[in-house]
């Protein structure tokens, strides 16, 4: 006869329900029909019920202090198999750690069975309160008893979607109840009541769990979430690769050495095209035949306040993706200015400022320093006001060709960019001002 | 399919790549087999997850990264090959089950992408701030390869290699980067990139009963996944003997234990990679790794440039350190090395608190070294 769980030498106190619950356990596996050894896996916590794996023939991993549920869940995504029975097993301590984890994979609904051995304390560790201790049970660090009430296990993992739950005071045959548990699909979990023989009796002398339990509306309940679907990891075969076309720039075979090394921080505010405007910068570049780099620093909030993009152009591969002293700093708005305050302080070569006219600033050091003033906002709108400043900066420096940088424009935006008031506004840009 | 093939289907069309490296690490970690992404999207690790969520076979949204490594170990005990990336925040919490995934020998890859510090610090500036957490990440001192990426290609290729790691040694292994290596965008010719093998788990085929933690001649246990219809697999995270019984201290269980760092050590000759660019009249050496990487590559140029002799050594295996890093720096009569945190603590990984005098660092805090803080260093 085959045998999941050996009952011999339980590694348990005389007495902790651990013993009954196994006892039990074994009787619910050899009651599922064709369920082989092989076919269960116990994942296993810290604490006393942690140690139970070495009494099986089934496959076991043991894990971390409260993490079991999560290992399992790990588990039953990845091996995708119903017909092999997870199960986890923990105490109220462990529940109490990994109490996410538990809700997590109830939220799944997956393939798993989690049972909770509530002894009412953390029984390795000299009998501390756990999360689902009772009210008024006393241990070592509470001898007056515990304050607060205990968390209602079952009630949480019912709410978050499990398709089974049950309480069950460990005393007698519920061996029925776990085979159940065994043979629903998807997450089914049972906290049993236990009193731990070493630390609950000892301060707790004349209770039983039954009664503590009632005492702290923790009583025998059974709810279940019938039909609900259980969660199946999606196997996509054949993604697409990620070096398409949506990254490729077709390059020009143009005389790269005739285009000038620049490099350019553009300055504005979040939601006006800072990071696309840079990038399409660097990509006219490219499709010039030289190397570009973009790089963009912005709040974590995306949304809100400043966004810088900090765009390298070179007749040849660039390797430092940093700028020590920018030929041309180009601000939109005031957050971007604020932002560069700091580098405008410290500019130490030849730099050309383009600067929305609305904008003040000082300068500590006007040597080698060119402004220029425009209206940078109002021409295209403030949503699109860098890529105009960009066409401005490239029209009056000359930089690269205004048409290829259309052209990549055009690319990124297609119809949703107008891009014909952009050239008319840029060619009719009048530069004595 | 290879990727020539792939982009330039137009042989008379000469295209280029503009990218940031993220997507070479997803694409690269596919190709190699890796089946399964699972993380949360800290930044500014939130790319890699984008791509992956976008390229990978399978993908799990982790609410948090105690949970990613979890299901990550869970996944890799059923022989799934995982992957995640993350910040140091994100890191931070998933260390003890770094530690558990080490003792159980599941294989898996962590992409670390550093930020600056200290706590949450800032979250979208670079820093190369968490080498000393590394090295002393495994309660006990244990060494857990660490590749740091230190360009493009290297994207590529330590992407693989991690995983072949990963899957050769059974560990977890570290993938090390920062913002700027997989944010920034650059221009690149991705037909240079040579085609990758797919790698897969050695399975244990015998009949003879299964002994999960009995190590081959490389030290390595072969591996069996959890669940098989065959032999009783048995995994744990605490001391245990050969056949994966909790045992205290008992001789059998603490040489188990021990050979989990001395697979790592002794297999390091089959994972020691670098880049050494050597001028035979030199006598300064520049030192560096990951993003600083590409501000030392420049400087030795500008010094080259002005006929200044100096010789680079770009280190990729930067944890544990192999020999070839100390025996090339004591060949020079001046070192710099160049990190971009607070202390040196690569410099620290290699010396301890006794630096000699010979080596000089250069650091940076919240900003990139720039190679014009290499070049003032070597012509001081």
Partial sequence: MKTFLSLNDLPFCKGCGHNIVAINTEKALQRIENLEVLDVIVVSDIGCIGIIDKQYNSHTIHGLHGRSPALAAGISMALDNPKKKILVYIGDGGATIGLSHILEAANKNLNMTVLIHN??????????????????FKTAATPEGKKIPPLDICKLAHAAGAARVQRIIAIGDFSNDIAEALKTPGFSLIEFIELCPSYGVKYNPDKKPAELAKESGIEPVLYTNVNRPVYKLEIKSDTKTLLDDEITITVSKDDQ?????????LAGSAGEGVQTSGEILAETAISCGLSATKKGSYPVTVGVGFSLSEIIVKNKPILYTGIENPDYIVITSIEGLQKVQPILNELQGKTTIFIDKSLDFELKNKNNVEI??????????????TIYSLAVVLKIKNLLPLEMFYNRVNTRFGKKFDLETLKTKISNLDLTT | MSITNSLNSNQNMQTKAFIDGSRLIVESLVRSGADLFIGYPITPSNLLYFYSSRRFPRMLAAPDEITTLQWMCGAASVGLLPVTATSFPGFALMIESINMAVMMELPMVIILTQRLGPATGTATSGACGDVLLLKGMISGGFAVPVLAISNFLDCWILAHEALKIAINLRTPVVLLTSKEMVMTLQDFDISRLPDLPKLRMNIYQKDEPYVPYEPNSTGVPEFLPLGNSKHQVRITASTHNKKGIIQSNTPDSLQNSKRLHYKIINNLPSFTFYELDEQTDARTLIVSYEVTSQAAREAVSLLRAQNKSVSLLIVKTLLPIPDIILQTISKYDKVIIAEENLTGQYTECLFGANVPP????????????SPSMIVKEVMA
Avoid at chain 1, 119 to 136: E, H, V
Avoid at chain 2, 360 to 366: E, H, N, P, R, T
Wanted: net charge positive; glycine share 14%; with cysteine.
């Fill in chain 1, 119 to 136: 002894n009412m304390l953390y029984g390795m560790t000299g009998g501390q309160p756990s999360g689902l201790t009772p009210i008024g």
């Fill in chain 1, 257 to 265: 050495k005739k285009y000038n090394n620049f490099s350019l921080l």
């Fill in chain 1, 372 to 385: 220029i003033r425009l209206d940078l906002r109002t021409p295209l709108g403030a949503r699109n006001c």
């Fill in chain 2, 358 to 369: 010979k080596i000089s660092k250069v650091l940076a805090f919240g900003q990139m070294i």
